[in-house]
């Protein structure tokens, strides 16, 4: 009975995909609502000062700009490529000057009643660029030049926001960019080449933060960055000539730096086969999850926490549903502009679901980002919205009507 | 499936990406698999350990009551005024942030004059100088958040009229290692500033009252060694939870029935659980386990002879040094046990004073001893009885005269006399008994030889402990079969048959060999615990109830000669003997004094203890009245210091009698 409703040909718009995306914002909304209204101050606030309106606010907002996104044929839109690309470089780079400063990053251009963060935007400029720049004939994609520009399409936002710096965002970049070039149909040894000479890269620089003996020369990284590796790795804060003293102190502050993902993972840990419940859970209320967190980067935890391992599963499942529909969008696409946008979302929505969730179980290092969807944030939620909207996009024009 | 159908018709680049993707969800649900079914228990244990403390609390003390139910220990609520730092939290933050943006507006203008007075921008390194590191930080939120408390305390004090005070050490040792639990800053207020309080201090922010229950002994220092001490103590007891985050204040008996009876007393404390935020601050609280009080001791002691009885004692003002035992010679019983000089349970709770510490150190007072049962004393002459006895069971025919020269003189010539204090002349039993005289028992002691007392001793177990609960005993000192083997003389001997020597006694030795002349023989286990009672109303365990009357031995000679020591002892206190100042018109009071030579190390006396050792009514025995006291040499004797004294108790009793029948016959008229 689900074949005359899934059936692509029935419809304009991909409705699985849809139904998934309402799940996922209906959870945002749900759960942003139990991470934020614990104190006293979030309960008495005004309606519309509190946090879970803003996000349904958010989403509103954003399934405005996403339908807006629809309406227009993506041809049209990637004739706008190369400009919202120039633009949004160039935002970053203002960003850098006159952004405002929080927790030590200068990510953010505030706007008053909002603060716009525009690596959520650039990523999919990036997105669009790539696929636009990529998307002549496959001949001509195999040629090196071709590969080199496309790799400095992608390298030129990834340095400018690695100097905000936000690592995370930087580097989700790159997988996405990867899997454009790998659809597009980058011959395998240059992608090889390139992840062997990445991979290569990263191990030297891994080895070098966590082994370096004192007075070599070391990359030069924020402390945090620095903290976050070695904290991920249960490496030792001390260098290794250090004093004993200096070691004591060195592991207070290990303690205290690796407090949020431990107590990410209690929290996680804790929601077990079923959870605690909605809006029982003790470690948003308690304050062990830092309350300016919980409902940002760790609202996985929250929802881990109090739906147990089937929320976890459920959560997963949306993601997956959307991923999935996602690609079987890139192999209907009319043309392979269409299929290489495609293909850049479903990589970009992948790459922070990925890192996101991982960093709330400890498999990958704690990086700021946000979980698309849930996650409480104006840029996020706008720039999820919108990259939906152009997969629906592709998805509407896969005929020439 | 229909996605991956769709999917093999195109391309097999799209195909390997969504390999990939598949392959990054498995990762993903693997990883929650693991950490939230897998491994789920350890981090419930880490989150019980950083969001709960455990409070141990002590349960009641069961109560300590006379034989009628007077409580002479129990326990009075005293109200405390405590800060709950975690109703604080806000104005403490306020205070943080307040006192952090002054700080940093001081070190703001001071940047700003060194950069006028340099005529140029600090550069990274200077402008360190004048940035609040994390210690300042750390030092001012300190300084904030007692500022804060020490005016909440200030406002308590004014209102309540009394100055309390906060120690910053105190406090912040008090933030940083027990936040869950209240801050007492005012303990045992009075009743006015009870009233006071709760008028007008219930709106203030961050104190309440609290009641807590103390242990008090409302009559002071009446039997206040019996009833012994306790000593703030809050480790678990056995078949408790080891380990705890917090311990309220606890005491545990060390000394008299508090520590016999200290597991009973006790009772079971409870488990309170405090769950805590990220901070520590206390955010709710509940009960894991209530405590469960402690059992009362109900006593045989009287409490309003008892208390009378230790008035009697002290003939030397609160300096006496004595003590006294009222038995039932039936039961075992003990009535009274006293002992001067007097001590104060109360100050184990309250705290001593100077000249308490100093009173108690005192070397000859030696106040804290149970003079009781907790000292050896020569018997003296009153041991005569049972020299006598064993003299009547070897066929001493106890209307044979012996002359007395007014000394003894061994058979050994070269051996010192005894001293015989009664007048020289012809002594028949009744006689040398009333009179005291040495000559007579020394003599006729000699020919029944000292395994014949021995004998009677052992049976009265003198030399043994009884086993009290108190924890105040010392064993006495009797010749046994060994120390005969080891050298005995016949001077050893002399000094046995008049209850001196090589032998000593308690008081309440000697008022169980009193009970046992005055009962018919019966050697009994006395008896200071009568029941213990479970206080909860609901609880259908029945009492513990201790047997009345128990027999630990028999003497073991015929009621005929008993009969004769009796008498004797009837006629010292009516017939014009040493006890005759015991006498009472309407009550028949058998006795016999003592008077024993403390002697030092070079056979020097250097004290006395005198004793008066006695039994009544004569026809049916009920009580056995022992009074000993330490006096200097010749400064007073069994009869004129100790007879008084007895006098005085049997007059208690007395009346304690009338009294009580009196009651019960108020009590039946009134049904």
């Given at each position: 009975m689900f074949s005359g409703f899934l059936s692509e040909s029935q419809s304009r718009i991909d409705k699985l995909q849809i139904a998934a995306l309402c799940g996922l914002m209906l959870l945002g909304m749900a759960f942003v609502y139990s991470a934020t209204m614990v104190t006293e101050a979030a309960n008495s606030a005004p309606w519309y000062n509190q946090i879970w309106v803003r996000q349904i606010f958010w989403y509103l907002v954003g399934l405005g700009a996403a339908t807006v996104v629809c309406l227009i044929n993506y041809h049209t839109l990637a004739r706008w490529a190369l400009v919202l690309y120039w633009g949004n470089v160039l935002l970053l780079a203002l960003v850098l000057v006159f952004g405002s400063v929080r927790f030590g990053a200068?990510?953010?251009?505030?706007l008053g009643f909002f603060s716009l963060q525009p690596s959520e935007f650039a990523k999919l400029a990036f997105i669009l660029a790539q696929a636009h720049f990529l998307s002549r004939p496959e001949e001509e994609v195999r040629s090196p030049i071709i590969f080199w520009q496309s790799i400095g399409l992608m390298i030129l936002p990834f340095l400018f926001i690695m100097k905000e710096p936000d690592l995370g965002s930087a580097l989700v970049l790159i997988p996405t960019g990867l899997a454009i070039m790998f659809a597009a149909g980058t011959p395998k040894r240059y992608l090889l080449w390139l992840g062997g000479g990445v991979g290569i890269l990263a191990a030297l620089f891994l080895v070098d933060i966590l082994f370096a003996p004192p007075g070599w020369w070391t990359i030069k990284l924020e402390d945090y960055q620095r903290q976050r590796l070695l904290v991920y790795f249960g490496a030792s804060f001390a260098p290794r000539n250090a004093s004993p003293a200096d070691k004591i102190k060195a592991a207070e502050q290990e303690r205290t730096k690796s407090y949020q993902v431990r107590q990410a993972l209690i929290s996680v840990g804790t929601?077990?086969?079923?959870?605690?419940?909605?809006?029982?859970?003790n470690q948003t209320a308690l304050g062990f999850l830092p309350p300016g967190a919980a409902h940002n980067d760790f609202i996985f935890s929250v929802i881990a926490e109090e739906k147990g391992f089937v929320g976890s599963i459920v959560v997963l499942t949306l993601y997956g549903v959307i991923l999935f529909t996602g690609l079987r969008i890139a192999g209907h696409a009319r043309d392979r502009l269409g299929k290489l946008m495609a293909v850049g979302v479903v990589a970009l929505l992948f790459s922070h679901v990925f890192i996101n969730i991982g960093m709330n179980i400890r498999i990958?290092?704690?990086?700021?980002?946000p979980l698309p969807l849930l996650s409480y944030g104006g840029s996020s939620v706008l720039g999820s919205l919108i990259a939906m909207g152009m997969l629906q996009n592709v998805y509407i024009y896969r005929k020439a009507y | 499936m229909l996605i991956f159908d769709q999917l093999k018709k195109n391309d097999p680049q799209l195909r390997i990406l969504a390999v990939l993707l598949l392959c990054g969800l498995f990762v993903l649900v693997a990883g929650l698999w693991w950490v939230q079914i897998v491994s789920s228990r350890d981090y419930q244990a880490h989150l019980d350990m950083q969001s709960f403390r455990t409070v141990r609390i002590p349960a009641v003390r069961g109560k300590i009551l006379d034989r009628?139910?007077?409580?002479?220990a129990e326990n009075h609520p005293t109200y405390n005024v405590n800060l709950y730092l975690d109703e604080l939290r806000k104005p403490f933050e306020d205070a943080c942030s307040k006192e952090i943006s002054r700080a940093r507006a001081i070190l703001k203008q001071q940047a700003e004059e060194k950069q006028r007075q340099l005529k140029r921008k600090l550069n990274k390194e200077e402008r360190k100088q004048f940035t609040l590191s994390l210690r300042d930080r750390g030092a001012l939120k300190q300084k904030a958040r007692f500022d804060v408390a020490s005016n909440v305390v200030a406002e308590i004090s004014r209102r309540l009229g009394q100055p309390f005070s906060l120690d910053p050490i105190n406090f912040q040792k008090h933030y940083e290692q027990s936040l869950a639990l209240p801050l007492p800053i005012a303990t045992n207020l009075t009743s006015r500033q009870i009233a006071v309080f709760s008028e007008q201090c219930t709106e203030q922010v961050g104190v309440d009252l609290s009641v807590q229950s103390t242990r008090f002994y409302p009559f002071g220092t009446t039997a206040g060694h019996l009833l012994g001490h306790l000593q703030k103590d809050d480790s678990s007891a056995e078949?408790?939870?080891?380990?705890?985050s917090y311990r309220l204040t606890d005491y545990r008996g060390v000394l008299g029935i508090e520590a016999g009876y200290d597991k009973e007393l006790r009772g079971k404390a409870g488990v309170k659980s405090v769950v805590v935020n990220n901070l520590g601050y206390r955010q709710t609280e509940n009960i894991w386990e209530a405590a469960q009080p402690g059992q009362n001791i109900v006593l045989t002691i009287d409490r309003e002879v008892q208390r009378k009885a230790e008035t009697a004692l002290q003939v030397y003002g609160p300096v006496t040094r004595g003590a006294c035992v009222v038995m039932d010679?039936?039961?075992?019983?003990?009535l009274v046990m006293a002992s001067s000089p007097t001590v104060n349970p109360n100050d184990s709770i309250q705290g001593y004073s100077d000249a308490e510490i100093e009173r108690l150190r005192d070397p000859k007072l030696r106040p804290e001893i149970n003079r009781a049962t907790q000292d050896n004393y020569a018997p003296g002459s009153i041991f005569k009885t049972i020299t006598g006895l064993a003299c009547l069971e070897a066929g001493l025919d106890p209307n044979a005269m012996i002359y007395n020269p007014g000394y003894y003189q061994f058979s050994n010539k070269r051996s010192k006399p005894v001293k015989d204090l009664a007048a020289p002349g012809q002594y028949d039993f009744k006689k040398a008994l009333m009179k005291s005289s040495n000559t007579y028992f020394i003599e006729n002691g000699l020919k029944v030889g000292i395994e014949a007392i021995i004998r009677l001793g052992q049976r009265l177990h003198l030399g043994e402990r009884i086993g009290l609960p108190t924890r105040q005993e010392a064993p006495g000192i009797f010749p046994n079969e060994r120390t005969l083997r080891a050298g005995w003389y016949d001077g050893d001997t002399a000094n046995i048959c008049i209850g001196q020597g090589k032998m000593a006694v308690t008081p309440l030795q000697m008022a169980v060999m009193i009970s046992a002349i005055a009962n018919g023989g019966k050697v009994l286990w006395p008896r200071l615990v009568d029941r213990i009672e479970t206080i909860d109303p609901t609880s259908t365990a029945p009492p513990v109830i201790f047997e009345k009357g128990r027999v630990r031995d028999n003497l073991g000679v015929r009621q005929r000669s008993l009969q004769i020591v009796r008498e004797a002892m009837l006629a010292d206190v009516e017939e014009g003997g040493t006890g005759s100042k015991a006498f009472i018109e309407g009550l028949d009071i058998g006795g016999k004094t003592g008077t024993a030579q403390v002697m030092d190390a070079h056979n020097r006396t250097i004290a006395d203890t005198v004793w008066f050792a006695s039994f009544a009514p004569y026809e049916r025995p009920r009580w056995a009245v022992i009074v000993m006291i330490e006096t200097d040499v010749n400064a007073g004797s069994g009869g004129s210091t100790c007879a008084p004294i007895a006098k005085k108790i049997y007059q208690a009793l007395l009346d304690r009698e009338r009294g009580t029948t009196n009651h019960v016959e108020r009590v039946a008229q009134a049904h």
């Open positions: 200068r990510r953010w251009f505030d929601g077990g086969l079923l959870g605690k419940g909605w809006h029982q859970g990958v290092p704690v990086t700021g980002i | 009628n139910g007077v409580a002479l078949g408790e939870d080891a380990y705890f010679v039936q039961t075992g019983d003990i």
